[in-house]
Structures are given as C-alpha cells and as structure tokens.
C-alpha cells in the first residue's frame, strides 16, 4: 500500500534534527523580495525526465509543489553524472553563468561518483570528490549566492532480515565533512531517505521506486517516490533556514500523483 501523507510526514519529522553538521545558511529571503532561483546540480535521482521515460521522475521534478512564489526550479540535474564529469562537461559554469545574489545553488552527487571503472566520473571520497564539491561551494559564493550540499538519496537495498542497508559507502560522511569545513548548509537526505525506507520495509518501498516485475530498478523514482523525496528536500531547506517559511509549503499536505508531468523528449 503507499503510505499515507501523515505517514510520510511523521517519517521526516521523526529523523533527529542534529544530523546536519553544518551551521544554517541565513535564510535566502532576507535578501531582498524578488524572484529567487534555487538550481539543482545533480544526477539521475533528481533530473528531470520525459514522455520516453515515464513513470521514472527525478525528484527535482515535484520540488516546485513545495516551494512558493518567491522561489523557482531550474533543474540542470542530468542522468549519469558524478561531480566530476558534470564540471568537466561545463555544466557547473553553466550554473555560475546564470546564478545571481541570493539564488541558491544544491549540490547533490555521489550515486556515480562511485564508480571506479570510470575515470570520467569517479572521484575518491575524502580527497578529489570533496575538492569537485568545494569547487561547487566557492563557485556560487564568489557569485553572491547561497550553497547547498545535499547527501545523496538511499537506494532500496534491504539486508536479509529486512533491515534497510547504506550503499554510498563513505561519500556522506565525506560531504558531511566538507560542509561542517567549509561553514555550508547541509541537508542530510541520505540519513532521512534511508530511514523513511526502513519504516516502509522491503515492500513497502516498492511504491517509492521505479519498481515493477519486469523493472526491478532501486534507484530512481516513480511519481510518489519524487514527491516524497522532494518533501524531504524543501523541509530540510526549512529547517537549514536557507529557506524562510514564506518561500515554502504544502509540507503537510498531499500532493496529487497527477500533478507530474512528462515532456515529451527532445
């Protein structure tokens, strides 16, 4: 069965607050009254995906439900990427090349940075992955904007007795880490996700994932698994204070499946 909206919020209210290390970023909206963009740099998990795709949904995809007029999406999330390859294919300059005092930039990488077969991509936990994302960091502060570290969001791995298992090996705590250096907000999604999976059990998490007889896929998302990822994010981006309570909402309400939607590709 999918777990119900008080469920889901109970989850994420129930998951210490002590988990982020890292000082709060003063809250984006006492700088000013415009428009503020919050862009995302990060890989499948959060990308937006198309009509070819569907049902997969990246969690970037619901993050505008939950965030008010003061504060848009530009998702620059991309299937594949590590912190490395994104930078190196100029997608971070990209980023820096359009973001502006008091926007906001959330960086979440780690699912591809992992793989050591692949010099295009990997990056060892406490030494080149931290410098990619100190890159990241001091990117947008020498701009003016606010940045973001966010721990990658669990797969859906369970032990034999059905306890939910981390897959990230060291990359969180690496960030952690990184973020309690470097004075930077940090939304723990990966200790948040992973407990939400715990509560829902081997089956339960099934209505999360982009999971089917055929497509046993435990890593990315379907329409609820979005949402519920994306709820994590914006209560995190509260509780950081990167995000005034004026720039946020429907934290405690549902959120219809119906509201995603799919481009068509290309």
Same mark, same amino acid.
């Given at each position: 069965?999918?777990?119900?909206?008080?469920? /889901?919020?109970?989850?994420?209210?129930?998951?210490?607050?002590?988990?982020?290390?890292?000082?709060?970023?003063?809250? /984006?909206?006492?700088?000013?009254?415009?428009?503020?963009?919050?862009?995302?740099?990060?890989?499948?998990?959060?990308?937006?995906?198309?009509?070819?795709?569907?049902?997969?949904?990246?969690?970037?995809?619901?993050?505008?439900?939950?965030?008010?007029?003061?504060?848009?999406?530009?998702?620059?999330?991309?299937?594949?990427?590590?912190?490395?390859?994104?930078?190196?294919?100029?997608?971070?300059?990209?980023?820096?090349?359009?973001?502006?005092?008091?926007?906001?930039?959330?960086?979440?990488?780690?699912?591809?940075?992992?793989?050591?077969?692949? !010099?295009?991509?990997?990056?060892?936990?406490?030494?080149?992955?931290?410098?990619?994302?100190?890159?990241?960091?001091?990117?947008?502060?020498?701009?003016?904007?606010?940045?973001?570290?966010?721990?990658?969001?669990?797969?859906?791995?369970?032990?034999?007795?059905?306890?939910?298992? !981390?897959?990230?090996?060291?990359?969180?705590?690496?960030?952690?880490?990184?973020?309690?250096?470097?004075?930077?907000?940090?939304?723990?999604?990966?200790?948040?996700?992973?407990?939400?999976?715990?509560?829902?059990?081997?089956?339960?998490?099934?209505?999360?994932?982009?999971?089917?007889?055929?497509?046993?896929?435990?890593?990315?998302?379907?329409?609820?698994?979005?949402?519920?990822?994306?709820?994590?994010?914006?209560?995190?981006?509260?509780?950081?204070?990167?995000?005034?309570?004026?720039?946020?909402?429907?934290?405690?309400?549902?959120?219809?499946?119906?509201?995603?939607?799919? !481009?068509?590709?290309?």
């Amino acid at each position: 069965m999918t777990p119900t909206r008080r469920q /889901v919020v109970a989850a994420v209210a129930g998951v210490p607050l002590t988990i982020a290390a890292a000082p709060a970023a003063p809250a /984006v909206a006492a700088q000013g009254r415009r428009t503020r963009t919050l862009f995302i740099a990060g890989d499948s998990t959060a990308a937006q995906k198309y009509a070819d795709a569907a049902p997969e949904t990246g969690w970037g995809m619901a993050l505008p439900f939950f965030l008010g007029r003061s504060a848009r999406v530009a998702n620059h999330a991309v299937n594949g990427r590590s912190s490395k390859s994104f930078a190196d294919e100029g997608r971070l300059d990209a980023v820096l090349e359009r973001i502006r005092p008091g926007d906001v930039l959330l960086v979440q990488f780690g699912h591809n940075d992992a793989k050591s077969a692949d !010099p295009a991509r990997y990056t060892e936990p406490w030494s080149t992955y931290r410098e990619q994302l100190r890159g990241y960091v001091e990117g947008a502060r020498a701009r003016g904007a606010v940045a973001v570290l966010a721990t990658s969001v669990e797969r859906r791995r369970f032990d034999t007795h059905g306890g939910a298992v !981390p897959t990230h090996g060291d990359y969180p705590a690496a960030m952690r880490a990184l973020a309690t250096d470097t004075g930077t907000a940090l939304l723990d999604i990966q200790a948040l996700s992973i407990a939400r999976w715990q509560e829902l059990g081997p089956e339960g998490t099934k209505a999360y994932f982009n999971w089917t007889p055929t497509e046993q896929d435990n890593t990315h998302f379907n329409p609820p698994g979005a949402i519920a990822v994306a709820r994590m994010v914006a209560g995190e981006l509260l509780r950081a204070g990167v995000l005034a309570p004026r720039d946020v909402r429907r934290l405690d309400d549902e959120v219809p499946e119906s509201w995603i939607a799919w !481009p068509p590709a290309g």
